[in-house]
């Protein structure tokens, strides 16, 4: 059976068992009314009245009875007709959600519920709108990826092609055309590499090996690591100062990972002569590094978007500069070691990217 007539039944029913018990309450209540009625009558009439004592109750009651049964019958109409409309009222929405999620299921992410009301069924009609938009940026964000690994894919593809056509014409020397090729699927094999990671990261299947270890090795690390690049590039890049241990919570490797993301992004937007400064400082149970730069800096609509796949704030910039998901892989690595990654930034001034993470493991920190 469908929802409306069960609904409805369900609402006579009701109304049935109330009308039954409302005429057998009345006259079972009513015979003691009627009686001290009666009996008042009888002493107001001084005696007179005293062999009309059971007709009057049984009059009195028969009134009552045939009353009851006469106003019965239109307040089951009138109490029928405002349970369809109740049941009415109840199907309509549940079909308009139907109808909601057969287009959801068809595709059409961009159908919208009416949330009027402050019952539940309004609190369902939200719930399935923020579905249903979450659900929409989840296939924009498929389709953009699609169309992002094709855009970075071309590039190699085309090179390759190129190369060995320039060789099989003898307008390249073969091995020049090998080297090439060399490169160019050194590049393609970076992008799958960090596909995968990006894969893992969001699936929370990285191998993580957190342990005990000291910030300023982490940071003296990633200084010898990009001292020749920054060099090259005519960029400061300065660390610290840092006097004391500053015990960190976290995997090395992975965290030399996620530093090398950061100084790798702000070296490709510092121009020469800029300047990068690298920062840890320790509060509340918490270590915060710090990535400042003095680059263009990031719009504040972009601020977010920053961290999506192979997205780029310049789209003029050269696609060979790096595969346009470090900043991903680097938050979600934050996240994954119990910490997190934000940024902060100024247009034409620079920005700062501060990874926060855990001092201590999980069973030795402060609860409050």
């Known amino acids: 059976m469908r929802l409306f007539p069960r609904l409805l039944l369900s609402h006579l029913a009701v109304i049935t068992a109330m009308g039954a018990v409302l005429v057998l309450t009345a006259e079972l209540a009513a015979h003691p009314f009627i009686q001290r009625h009666v009996d008042e009558m009888v002493r107001q009439m001084g005696g007179a009245g005293a062999g009309m004592r059971d007709d009057l109750s049984h009059g009195m009651r028969e009134t009552l009875t045939r009353a009851l049964l006469t106003a019965l019958p239109l307040a089951l109409l009138v109490a029928t007709a405002t349970a369809w409309i109740a049941a009415r009222r109840v199907t309509d929405s549940v079909r308009t959600l139907q109808a909601g999620s057969a287009a959801l299921a068809s595709g059409d992410y961009g159908r919208q519920l009416p949330e009027g009301g402050q019952d539940e069924l309004a609190e369902l009609a939200h719930s399935f709108n923020v579905m249903a938009g979450t659900l929409a940026q989840v296939e924009q964000g498929r389709v953009e990826l ?207 990217f501060s990874w926060t993470l855990p001092a201590l493991p999980p069973g030795e920190r402060d609860p409050g």
Do not use: C, K
């Open 146 to 352: 699609i169309g992002n690994v094709a855009h970075e894919l071309r590039a190699p593809v085309s090179a390759v092609r190129g190369y060995v056509e320039a060789a099989q014409d003898g307008l390249m020397d073969s091995q020049d055309a090998m080297g090439a090729v060399h490169r160019e699927l050194g590049s393609l094999e970076r992008l799958a590499r960090d596909l995968s990671l990006v894969s893992r990261v969001e699936a929370g299947q990285v191998d993580l090996r957190p342990q005990v270890t000291d910030a300023r090795t982490l940071l003296e690390h990633a200084q010898q690591r990009f001292a020749l690049p920054f060099e090259e590039r005519g960029v400061t890049l300065r660390v610290g100062p840092l006097s004391s241990p500053i015990p960190v919570w976290t995997d090395p490797e992975r965290a030399a990972q996620i530093l090398g993301n950061l100084l790798g992004n702000a070296l490709r937007h510092t121009p020469q002569g800029g300047r990068v400064q690298v920062g840890a400082h320790a509060r509340a149970g918490r270590v915060q590094i710090t990535v400042q730069d003095t680059g263009s800096g990031i719009a504040p609509e972009h601020l977010e978007r920053v961290f999506e796949r192979f997205f780029r704030a310049d789209a003029a910039r050269t696609r060979g500069e790096g595969s346009g998901v470090g900043l991903t892989v680097a938050r979600g690595l934050a996240r994954a070691l119990g910490g997190d990654l934000t940024v902060q930034s100024t247009v034409g001034e620079g920005s700062t």
